[in-house]
């Protein structure tokens, strides 16, 4: 069964920071390039980082280019989200996505609330 777990979400006052998590299983985590997205209320959801399979190649929405950093451990099967300096437009349910091919993968998402 494929599953995608993320957790480390909760509540950060402005210019603080977070570390989300999303632990997988299920399928073959280092084929699979993963990604963040985060849907905010009344908006849709977007792209914030992708790591390819060996993170050799990282990109980012540019809002959050040099605040947020994209990690992974395939030995552990995790996706790491480093968020410093937030800010309230980061406020959002971060949800975690493995792509590989035809194969798309959603985790639960977690809340991440900013506040000034």
């Known amino acids: 069964q494929v599953r995608l777990v993320e957790s480390g979400g909760g509540l950060a006052q402005s210019g603080g920071s977070l570390r989300l998590s999303c632990v997988a299983s299920?399928?073959?985590?280092?084929?699979?390039?993963m990604r963040w997205f985060r849907q905010a209320p009344g908006k849709e959801r977007e792209l914030v980082a992708a790591?390819?399979?060996?993170?050799?190649?990282?990109i980012y929405a540019d809002s959050v280019k040099g605040r947020f950093t994209i990690s992974r451990d395939n030995a552990k099967s995790t996706v790491y989200l480093q968020m410093n300096d937030l800010q309230r437009e980061d406020t959002a349910v971060y949800y975690c996505?493995?792509?590989?091919?035809?194969?798309?993968?959603w985790g639960q998402g977690t809340q991440v609330t900013v506040s000034s």
């Open positions: 996505n493995a792509v590989w091919a035809s194969r798309n993968h």
């Open positions: 790591a390819s399979s060996e993170a050799r190649q990282t």
């Open positions: 299920g399928f073959r985590f280092p084929n699979y390039a």
